[in-house]
């Protein structure tokens, strides 16, 4: 009966939030709801020697040292978006023991391609330089990201000029984190978005997917078959490159999850509805560098504390066929987990949808990106 009832308080309470976020925005409404406690907040650090207006967040969970440490980059189009909107990210990393850095990057159309993914470097430059002073260590570093984030995170993962170019390497990072990214759209048809990543000749720099080698960090990439914003054959075409490569990679997909809930479910009032925050969990303790976390945080409501947290095995689900159900492929518990077998590509279909479909920010209508063939 408590069970019961407890179950009908939490669909309840995903009612009330979901209600909410349709009269508000969504990072407001979660961020209205995120508790401020369990962790401290350092902000608006400059981390840019070339442009010092850029500056970002770090969330310390309270009494911990040498923690894993994640750079969250968000979404928006390349165009929009401010760390302070993401506060329910830097709480949600933090409840599971980790810091969390959450940095600003200039948009389109102040700058274009690749200057952002180069505000993304510095971002990560800063963290492997500064982040011990916080609680952090480096050498557990990992970038995540959400849209266009992902996008940011998944070239720095795979693009090794970038932290080259900030005295820097692929090798700083122990994992890349995406959820719900763009990875591989072209061909790219909409003017805002051709002004943004050209000249035409250079479009192909901005795919990640071009710069798979085998060598990348190990990849979590996760996404929502309901995304009608950036398509999941992104994720799905991405795993597929890196495994075929010889790379590691894992995929997550979610049957019913849309573009913006695969983020929001991150959040402590959505939490226990989803497990994508148990996944990102799972892959960043496998990955980082093994060495003492002290002083784990004490427990709040969102959860218990994170070294008691259950983890279970993460999925690897294959890309469905049209009208098909995913069917999971769960790696070992123990020992040394063979490479996710590649993904079979999906049935051949008269309709496909494009890779990337999003409205311009500068014609009224939306724009749909053709499938490549």
Wanted: charged share 15%.
């Amino acid at each position: 009966m408590n069970k019961m009832l407890s179950e009908l308080i939490r669909a309840f309470s995903m009612l009330v939030v979901l209600a909410a976020l349709a009269g508000c925005s969504q990072q407001q409404v979660l961020n209205t709801l995120t508790t401020d406690s369990g962790y401290q907040v350092a902000a608006s650090i400059p981390f840019s020697p070339t442009h010092p207006l850029l500056t970002l967040d770090v969330y310390t969970p309270s009494r911990i040292l040498n923690a894993p440490v994640v750079v969250f980059f968000y979404g928006g189009r390349w165009t929009t978006g401010s760390k302070d909107q993401y506060k329910f990210v830097g709480q949600a990393l933090t409840a599971q023991g980790f810091v969390a850095v959450i940095a600003d990057y200039r948009k389109y159309p102040q700058v274009r391609f690749p200057e952002f993914v180069k505000d993304g470097a510095r971002a990560v430059q800063w963290a492997h330089d500064n982040i011990a002073q916080y609680g952090g260590d480096p050498a557990k570093l990992f970038v995540m990201g959400h849209d266009a984030g992902a996008q940011i995170a998944a070239l720095l993962a795979l693009d090794g000029d970038y932290l080259k170019a900030v005295g820097g390497s692929r090798s700083w990072l122990r994992g890349m984190i995406g959820l719900a990214g763009p990875y591989d759209f072209m061909p790219i048809t909409a003017p805002d978005l051709r002004d943004l990543f050209g000249p035409p000749d250079q479009f192909t720099q901005s795919q990640p997917i071009m710069f798979v080698d085998g060598s990348n960090p190990p990849l979590l990439l996760m996404t929502g078959l309901d995304d009608d914003s950036v398509l999941p054959s992104n994720t799905e075409n991405l795993y597929k490159a890196v495994i075929k490569a010889g790379g590691p990679a894992e995929i997550v997909t979610y049957p019913k999850m849309s573009h913006s809930m695969i983020l929001a479910t991150i959040a402590a009032p959505l939490r226990r509805n989803s497990d994508v925050m148990v996944y990102i969990t799972r892959f960043i303790r496998k990955n980082a560098v093994p060495s003492a976390v002290v002083a784990a945080p004490a427990p709040d409501d969102d959860g218990p504390r994170p070294e008691n947290i259950q983890l279970p095995p993460l999925v690897t689900t294959t890309v469905p066929a049209a009208n098909a159900a995913p069917v999971p492929i769960a790696a070992p518990e123990s020992g040394s987990a063979p490479a996710p077998a590649p993904v079979p590509a999906p049935a051949p279909d008269a309709n496909a949808q494009p890779h990337l479909k999003m409205t311009p920010t500068i014609t009224p209508q939306p724009v749909q990106i053709p499938a490549q063939n």
